[in-house]
Nanobody, 121 residues
Framework: QVQLEESGGGLVQAGGSLRLSCAAS????????MGWFRQTPGKEREFVAA???????SYADSVKGRFTISRDNSKNALYLQMNSLKPEDTAVYYC???????????????WGQGTQVTVST
């Protein structure tokens, strides 16, 4: 089995930065696609960023130029560097993994429990 655990969320002022981490245990995820998604109460979970096993990345238009996704396959770890944070970035952020690449929530097989990010005005 694969277990994912997010960390690094917290309270930050608008314009500030946070770095989220996702640690994976169990089966190695070196050949998996990895992604970050976010969700607020009453809204659908939405795509934020994804990275393939080869390192190719994709981003939601709302975060392009501000967020950077990266991975360290040797450590089974995923990261999301978030800069120039805006109040609309407030959400619970989840990391996820699939044995392919995708930006669709329904395609991902493994999910962490999420880490809360709150951006104040």
């Amino acid at each position: 089995q694969v277990q994912l655990e997010e960390s690094g969320g917290g309270l930050v002022q608008a314009g500030g930065s946070l770095r989220l981490s996702c640690a994976a245990s169990g089966r190695t995820l070196s050949s998996y696609g990895m992604g970050w998604f976010r969700q607020t109460p009453g809204k659908e979970r939405e795509f934020v960023a994804a990275i393939t096993w080869r390192g190719r990345t994709s981003y939601a238009d709302s975060v392009k130029g501000r967020f950077t996704i990266s991975r360290d396959n040797s450590k089974n770890a995923l990261y999301l560097q978030m800069n120039s944070l805006k109040p609309e970035d407030t959400a619970v952020y989840y990391c996820a993994a699939i044995p392919r690449s995708s930006v669709e929530v329904s395609d991902y097989n493994y999910w962490g429990q999420g880490t809360q990010v709150t951006v104040s005005t």
